[in-house]
Protein backbone atom coordinates (compact mmCIF):
# COMPACT_ATOMS: atom_id res chain seq x y z
CA UNK A 1 0.00 0.00 0.00
CA UNK A 2 1.14 3.57 -0.49
CA UNK A 3 -1.08 4.97 1.98
CA UNK A 4 -1.69 8.23 0.09
CA UNK A 5 -5.18 9.89 -1.34
CA UNK A 6 -5.22 11.88 -3.80
CA UNK A 7 -7.06 15.72 -3.30
CA UNK A 8 -9.68 15.99 -6.66
CA UNK A 9 -11.76 18.99 -5.17
CA UNK A 10 -11.57 21.54 -2.27
CA UNK A 11 -14.21 24.14 -1.47
CA UNK A 12 -13.35 26.78 1.16
CA UNK A 13 -16.38 27.10 3.49
CA UNK A 14 -15.35 29.62 6.21
CA UNK A 15 -12.42 32.02 6.44
CA UNK A 16 -11.79 33.88 9.07
CA UNK A 17 -9.19 35.72 10.80
CA UNK A 18 -7.36 32.34 12.29
CA UNK A 19 -9.03 29.86 10.67
CA UNK A 20 -10.32 28.58 7.59
CA UNK A 21 -12.16 25.37 7.05
CA UNK A 22 -12.21 23.76 3.68
CA UNK A 23 -13.79 20.45 2.62
CA UNK A 24 -11.32 18.83 0.16
CA UNK A 25 -12.62 15.31 -1.46
CA UNK A 26 -9.86 12.58 -2.02
CA UNK A 27 -9.52 9.48 -4.34
CA UNK A 28 -8.09 6.62 -1.77
CA UNK A 29 -6.08 4.34 -2.90
CA UNK A 30 -8.73 1.72 -3.94
CA UNK A 31 -10.54 4.41 -6.61
CA UNK A 32 -13.26 5.39 -3.91
CA UNK A 33 -13.81 9.15 -2.99
CA UNK A 34 -14.14 10.36 0.76
CA UNK A 35 -14.72 13.69 2.07
CA UNK A 36 -11.95 15.54 4.57
CA UNK A 37 -13.11 18.34 6.73
CA UNK A 38 -9.94 20.07 7.29
CA UNK A 39 -8.95 23.40 9.57
CA UNK A 40 -6.31 25.62 8.07
CA UNK A 41 -4.02 27.93 10.68
CA UNK A 42 -0.75 29.40 10.31
CA UNK A 43 0.89 27.78 13.11
CA UNK A 44 2.07 28.61 16.49
CA UNK A 45 5.20 28.73 18.78
CA UNK A 46 5.57 28.24 22.20
CA UNK A 47 8.27 29.17 24.71
CA UNK A 48 9.40 27.34 27.63
CA UNK A 49 11.76 29.04 29.89
CA UNK A 50 13.80 28.55 33.12
CA UNK A 51 15.26 31.40 35.55
CA UNK A 52 18.41 31.58 36.46
CA UNK A 53 17.20 30.20 39.90
CA UNK A 54 15.00 26.97 38.31
CA UNK A 55 11.87 28.43 38.17
CA UNK A 56 9.34 28.30 34.75
CA UNK A 57 7.36 30.99 33.96
CA UNK A 58 4.19 29.65 33.17
CA UNK A 59 0.73 31.56 31.93
CA UNK A 60 -2.94 30.47 33.44
CA UNK A 61 -5.69 31.94 31.30
CA UNK A 62 -9.20 31.56 29.85
CA UNK A 63 -9.74 29.20 26.77
CA UNK A 64 -13.03 29.61 25.07
CA UNK A 65 -13.45 26.14 23.54
CA UNK A 66 -13.35 24.36 26.68
CA UNK A 67 -15.07 26.74 29.14
CA UNK A 68 -11.93 26.75 31.86
CA UNK A 69 -8.94 28.41 32.95
CA UNK A 70 -5.67 26.79 31.42
CA UNK A 71 -2.23 26.26 32.74
CA UNK A 72 -0.14 26.36 29.61
CA UNK A 73 3.67 27.01 28.67
CA UNK A 74 3.40 30.91 26.95
CA UNK A 75 3.19 30.55 22.95
CA UNK A 76 1.56 32.63 20.49
CA UNK A 77 -0.37 32.07 16.78
CA UNK A 78 2.02 32.90 14.11
CA UNK A 79 1.23 35.58 10.88
CA UNK A 80 1.55 33.24 7.40
CA UNK A 81 5.07 33.01 6.19
CA UNK A 82 6.85 34.34 9.74
CA UNK A 83 9.38 32.98 11.27
CA UNK A 84 8.73 30.99 14.24
CA UNK A 85 11.85 32.08 15.88
CA UNK A 86 11.36 35.53 15.79
CA UNK A 87 7.37 34.84 16.51
CA UNK A 88 8.31 32.59 20.12
CA UNK A 89 11.00 35.43 21.13
CA UNK A 90 7.82 38.34 20.56
CA UNK A 91 5.40 35.94 22.20
CA UNK A 92 7.29 34.92 24.89
CA UNK A 93 8.29 38.84 26.04
CA UNK A 94 4.40 40.18 25.50
CA UNK A 95 3.15 37.23 27.94
CA UNK A 96 5.54 36.56 30.38
CA UNK A 97 8.38 39.61 30.21
CA UNK A 98 11.09 37.87 29.61
CA UNK A 99 13.93 37.99 27.07
CA UNK A 100 16.25 35.17 26.52
CA UNK A 101 19.92 35.23 26.04
CA UNK A 102 19.87 31.45 24.19
CA UNK A 103 16.96 29.73 22.68
CA UNK A 104 17.42 26.32 22.12
CA UNK A 105 15.11 24.75 19.28
CA UNK A 106 12.82 21.67 20.45
CA UNK A 107 11.10 20.60 17.19
CA UNK A 108 7.41 21.05 15.63
CA UNK A 109 4.65 18.81 16.46
CA UNK A 110 0.79 18.10 15.12
CA UNK A 111 -1.42 18.77 17.80
CA UNK A 112 -4.35 16.93 15.93
CA UNK A 113 -3.43 15.38 12.57
CA UNK A 114 -6.98 14.29 11.74
CA UNK A 115 -8.68 17.52 10.49
CA UNK A 116 -5.91 20.51 11.29
CA UNK A 117 -2.95 21.98 9.45
CA UNK A 118 -1.66 23.60 12.44
CA UNK A 119 2.33 23.35 13.36
CA UNK A 120 3.74 24.24 16.66
CA UNK A 121 7.41 25.10 16.78
CA UNK A 122 8.76 24.59 20.74
CA UNK A 123 11.31 26.30 22.16
CA UNK A 124 13.37 26.50 25.27
CA UNK A 125 14.46 29.99 26.61
CA UNK A 126 17.69 30.52 29.45
CA UNK A 127 19.55 33.12 30.27
CA UNK A 128 16.38 34.72 31.16
CA UNK A 129 16.49 38.36 31.81
CA UNK A 130 13.34 40.52 33.55
CA UNK A 131 11.13 42.95 31.58
CA UNK A 132 7.86 44.24 31.28
CA UNK A 133 5.02 42.60 30.15
CA UNK A 134 2.94 43.86 26.99
CA UNK A 135 -0.24 41.86 26.77
CA UNK A 136 -2.10 42.18 23.24
CA UNK A 137 -5.81 44.45 23.99
CA UNK A 138 -7.56 41.37 23.87
CA UNK A 139 -4.81 39.16 26.17
CA UNK A 140 -5.61 38.31 29.76
CA UNK A 141 -3.85 35.96 31.77
CA UNK A 142 -1.53 35.74 34.94
CA UNK A 143 2.04 34.69 34.55
CA UNK A 144 2.98 31.61 37.61
CA UNK A 145 6.29 30.18 38.46
CA UNK A 146 6.73 26.33 38.70
CA UNK A 147 9.70 24.20 39.36
CA UNK A 148 10.16 21.30 36.77
CA UNK A 149 9.48 18.66 39.28
CA UNK A 150 6.10 20.59 39.64
CA UNK A 151 5.00 20.42 36.03
CA UNK A 152 6.05 16.85 35.79
CA UNK A 153 3.91 16.19 38.87
CA UNK A 154 0.91 18.14 37.16
CA UNK A 155 1.33 16.28 33.63
CA UNK A 156 1.22 13.14 35.51
CA UNK A 157 -1.56 13.73 37.75
CA UNK A 158 -3.33 14.83 34.05
CA UNK A 159 -3.78 18.25 35.27
CA UNK A 160 -2.34 19.74 32.60
CA UNK A 161 -4.28 18.44 29.36
CA UNK A 162 -2.61 20.98 27.01
CA UNK A 163 -0.80 19.19 24.25
CA UNK A 164 1.58 21.89 23.10
CA UNK A 165 2.84 22.29 27.17
CA UNK A 166 2.54 18.54 28.08
CA UNK A 167 5.11 18.12 25.15
CA UNK A 168 7.24 21.23 26.19
CA UNK A 169 7.60 20.13 30.24
CA UNK A 170 8.68 16.46 28.69
CA UNK A 171 11.45 17.97 25.99
CA UNK A 172 12.49 19.84 28.87
CA UNK A 173 12.87 17.53 30.89
CA UNK A 174 14.77 15.05 28.41
CA UNK A 175 17.05 17.77 27.63
CA UNK A 176 17.67 19.24 31.14
CA UNK A 177 18.42 15.29 32.06
CA UNK A 178 21.29 14.85 29.35
Do not use: W
Amino acid sequence: MKLTEKTVDSKLHFEGRIINLREDTVELENGTLASREIVEHPGGVCVIGVTDDGKIPMVRQFRCPFGKVLLEVPAGKLNYGEDPFECGKREFLEETGFSAEEYVYFGALYPSVGFLTETLHIYYAKGLTKGEQHLDADEFLNVEFFTLDELLDLVDKNEIKDAKTVVAILKLARYLSK
